[in-house]
């Protein structure tokens, strides 16, 4: 049975981590949640200000539940295809969380509040394709409090600037490198210029950049034991640490970028910094604290979206110790020194990512199309 919010205490681990200024979103969304009522419990109960959804996500919702079957048979029967029926059904579910957000959106004056929706993950190599989808979700969903994601492939860069300059608020995904994180910062308050150029009213506008951390440290590892197998000796020592130094170090990276004349312009013209969002926050790593990625990463003005599974171990045993952000960075630098020292190749390692990172979420498009496919056929 699902508690009710309004008797609903926080918990006090996940309380510590909001009291510490960590936006909690989910990372997860699905009609079987909403219809049960979760995520104001989740808002009461855990702190969670916001959704993330993505292909994968959609994916799984659709698979395991038989909460779209209605909407599948009216679908069928309006002759809709798979592709009609996916836009479809992913809209209204963000619609819906958006509402349920609503009241935290306007208590955070637009900062939290927010779900996030993804355009079609192939075009992420196809800018112009980017930008027109992103436009007719932001306007399909007709909240203020959605968030179009828009990947940080090359060629989401100009869309994710096109985009924001239309008063729409983004979310960058996969993030992975510095270089790209530096690059989508700079879209980023590109867009905004253009914004205020457009007559929009840029303190309106938000937006964060997801970058991805516990993927990090699964392909470094990979290769330290590699490393490790062809003798050199510190390879083992480094394990589980690349992820966290790349995160540390984007953290500073916001920090020097958003105290710069040119970001000092725009918030004077009521302009918000984009918030540096770790995404992927659940270890793959049995081995590893299920908790690593959000406690050693918490910081004022992060955002840590969480799998359920992440955010119930945080709930349950998470120890938040303050600010493990700030003055890391000599010993993150130390660390992916160290890494490289080993022969692994920090641009490789970024660009396999991102390159794994957009198939990932092709395959589960299409899967989701597949499983859209057969629910139209069931119900037509």
Not at 31 to 41: H, I, K, Q
Not at 57 to 86: H, M, R, T
Not at 284 to 306: H, I, Q, R
Not at 329 to 349: H, Q
Request: aromatic share 4%; proline share 2%.
């Amino acid at each position: 049975m699902t508690a009710n919010p309004e008797t609903t205490t926080a918990n006090p681990n996940t309380q510590a981590l909001s009291d510490l200024g960590v936006s909690i979103w989910l990372d997860d969304l699905s009609r079987e949640r909403l219809n049960a009522g979760e995520l104001p419990t989740l808002i009461a109960g855990r702190n969670v200000v916001g959704v993330t959804t993505n292909p994968t996500i959609f994916e799984n919702a659709l698979k395991n539940g038989e909460a779209y079957e209605q909407q599948l048979a009216e679908l069928a029967s309006a002759g809709a295809d798979a592709e009609k029926a996916v836009y479809e059904i992913t809209t209204d579910d963000v619609r819906q969380a958006c509402d349920v957000f609503a009241d935290v959106h306007s208590a955070t004056d637009g900062v939290d509040g927010r779900v996030s929706i993804e355009v079609d993950p192939r075009l992420a190599r196809d800018t112009e394709g980017t930008i027109a989808q992103a436009r007719q979700l932001y306007e399909a969903v007709g909240r203020e409090n959605v968030m179009i994601k828009i990947p940080a492939t090359v060629e989401g860069l100009e869309a994710i600037s096109t985009v924001l300059a239309d008063g729409i608020s983004v979310n960058v995904t996969l993030v992975f490198s510095l270089e790209r994180y530096r690059a989508v910062i700079n879209a980023f308050m590109l867009g905004l210029e253009k914004a205020l150029e457009n007559g929009h009213d840029i303190s309106r506008i938000h937006s964060v950049a997801s970058f991805f951390v516990s993927r990090v440290d699964a392909e470094v590892d990979k290769r330290l034991e590699l490393a490790a197998e062809e003798g050199k000796q510190d390879a083992a020592s480094l394990r589980s640490q690349a992820a966290i130094a790349n995160a540390r170090l984007a953290h500073q990276i916001a920090g020097e970028s958003f105290g710069s004349e040119r970001w000092q312009a725009l918030a004077d013209r009521g302009g918000h910094p984009q918030r540096l969002l770790l995404a992927s926050t659940g270890t793959k790593d049995p081995n590893l604290s299920d908790t690593l990625y959000v406690t050693e990463l918490a910081g004022a003005g992060v955002v840590n979206t969480m799998p359920e599974k992440t955010l119930e171990a945080l709930a349950d045993h998470g120890t938040v110790d303050g600010d493990t952000l700030s003055d890391t960075y000599v010993e993150a630098n130390r660390v992916l020194d160290g890494i490289s020292a080993m022969g692994i190749s920090y641009r490789d390692v970024v660009d396999t990512l991102e390159a794994e990172g957009v198939e990932k979420f092709e395959k589960s498009w299409e899967g989701l199309l597949d499983t859209i496919t057969e629910g139209l056929r069931r119900n037509s």
